[in-house]
């Protein structure tokens, strides 16, 4: 599960995040969560929103994919045009750089 510690860290440029789907969030594995740090991905996630969200800030654009943790475990990778569904956080964040 993962720590406040590390969600702060997550919700460092965008405060306000922290709180929304907090009960998602602390459902992913603190590896996971450390892995999304070390990789640049910052929350982005609004109090409309199904799930959180992840997003690295670098890489910004209009049609820019998103990284979800979802309820059930795995990792969806979205934006406006679709989405792919991974089971490993490697693959999701893998799939997001190549995008």
Known sequence: MATIKT???????HTECLVVGS???ELMPEADALKLLENGFTDC???NDECPSYY???RWADDEWVLVPTEDKEYCVT??????FFASIDDA????NAE
């Open 7 to 13: 969600l702060k860290r997550l919700a460092r440029q």
């Open 23 to 25: 009960e998602i969030k």
């Open 45 to 47: 996630s609004w109090g």
């Open 56 to 58: 690295k800030p670098k």
């Open 79 to 84: 934006n406006y045009r679709g989405a792919e």
């Open 93 to 96: 964040i893998n799939y997001y």
